[in-house]
């Protein structure tokens, strides 16, 4: 993560994983590709264009398809500073 709260993520191989329990709500934006979260409220697969909000203390799965690239920020709320 960058000092601004938000980064991209380049997915290189089929199948990998990022596990993960998120301690900040966080927006998922789809840039090419798609991808996959599970939450213990389910799993959504999200294509290009598409985005989610996982909120803070969700534990959560990513995976994606080889070539995906994802970019994700955290959202601040109130005085919160990154």
């Given amino acids: ?3 601004l709260g938000g980064g991209f993520v380049k997915w290189i191989e ?3 994983e990022i596990r993960e329990v998120h301690n900040h ?8 590709g798609e991808t996959t979260i599970t939450t ?10 598409g985005s989610i ?19 994700y920020t955290i959202l601040l709320h109130g005085d919160e500073r990154v």
């Fill in 1 to 3: 993560m960058t000092s």
């Fill in 14 to 16: 089929d199948g990998a």
């Fill in 25 to 32: 709500d966080e927006v998922i934006i789809v840039l090419e």
């Fill in 40 to 49: 213990p409220d389910g799993r959504v697969t999200i294509g290009k264009g």
């Fill in 53 to 71: 909000i996982v909120k803070n203390g969700t534990p959560a799965v990513h995976t994606a398809v080889a070539g995906t690239k994802t970019f």
